[in-house]
């Protein structure tokens, strides 16, 4: 499950060159739930990075804190508040990684899982127009989770699905059928991902001291070896 965001300053250009910007990228050291960050959605048939309120709020909703900030892949056909927006209102969040926890005889210790190279990722969505006057943006949005493949299963069992660069628009564009689109939700490859432990400044989410995501220990990775 995706808690919290790590968000540093990334050039956006590089992954979708004719992207829009309607508003500079936020940038967070420990972003959590039910706050603004930046995402990326097709507006008059290009992409266009704007800012959203992450929790998904359909027009029945009428309690912000029941607002959902993921998604399972697997129930986005069959799930009435996921379906119409996984339809035709994708999205993609860039981000530098993801936080987790893993629990401890005493303790949860968290970790930051990231490319092994540190480049950016960006992570699959779905948004609506907010139907609550306690939100300030005009979009909200939820990430969408797939299973997590060893070794990093053994920190959480599930995590954002990530959408390559190069299949970027085709995630976007409201005419990729849900069958199409669920095909390119799926566990990140082995080797691109890895974990490492980071401070427990993290565990409170007002704690924005870019320390946050430093590593306090080495990175967990695939061994290609231990096919």
């Given amino acids: 499950?995706?808690?919290?965001?790590?968000?540093?300053p990334l050039d956006t250009a590089r992954l979708l060159p004719d992207l829009r910007q309607e508003a500079?990228?936020?940038?967070?050291?420990?972003?959590a739930p039910r706050r603004t960050l930046s995402h990326i959605r097709l507006t008059e048939g290009r992409a266009c990075l704007s800012r959203a309120f992450w929790g998904l709020?359909?027009?029945?909703?009428?309690?912000?804190?029941?607002?959902?900030?993921?998604?399972?892949?697997?129930?986005?056909?069959?799930?009435a508040m996921f379906r119409d927006a996984f339809a035709a209102r994708?999205?993609?969040?860039?981000?530098?990684?993801?936080y987790v926890w893993r629990i401890q005889p005493r303790f949860k210790q968290p970790f930051l899982i990231t490319r092994v190279d540190r480049g950016?990722?960006?992570?699959?969505?779905?948004?609506?127009?907010y139907h609550t006057s306690l939100t300030e943006h005009a979009d909200s949005m939820a990430l969408i989770t797939v299973a997590t493949r060893e070794p990093l299963a053994s920190l959480s069992d599930r995590l954002p699905a990530l959408i390559a660069a190069e299949d970027a628009?085709?995630?976007?564009?409201?005419?990729?059928?849900?069958?199409?689109?669920?095909?390119?939700?799926?566990?990140?490859?082995?080797?691109?991902?890895?974990?490492?432990?980071?401070?427990?400044?993290?565990?409170?989410?007002?704690n924005q001291d870019p320390a946050c995501a430093h590593p306090t220990g080495p990175m967990l990775r695939w061994n290609e070896q231990e096919k």
């Fill in 90 to 98: 994708r999205s993609l969040v860039p981000v530098g990684g993801v």
């Fill in 120 to 129: 950016p990722m960006l992570l699959a969505g779905l948004w609506c127009r």
């Fill in 57 to 79: 709020t359909p027009a029945w909703l009428s309690v912000l804190d029941h607002a959902p900030h993921c998604a399972r892949a697997e129930s986005l056909e069959t799930r």
């Fill in 24 to 31: 500079p990228l936020l940038t967070a050291p420990n972003l």
């Fill in 169 to 206: 628009m085709r995630w976007l564009d409201p005419r990729t059928s849900m069958e199409a689109a669920q095909r390119l939700l799926h566990p990140a490859p082995r080797e691109l991902l890895g974990a490492f432990p980071v401070s427990r400044k993290v565990n409170d989410p007002a």
């Fill in 1 to 8: 499950m995706a808690g919290r965001l790590y968000i540093p």
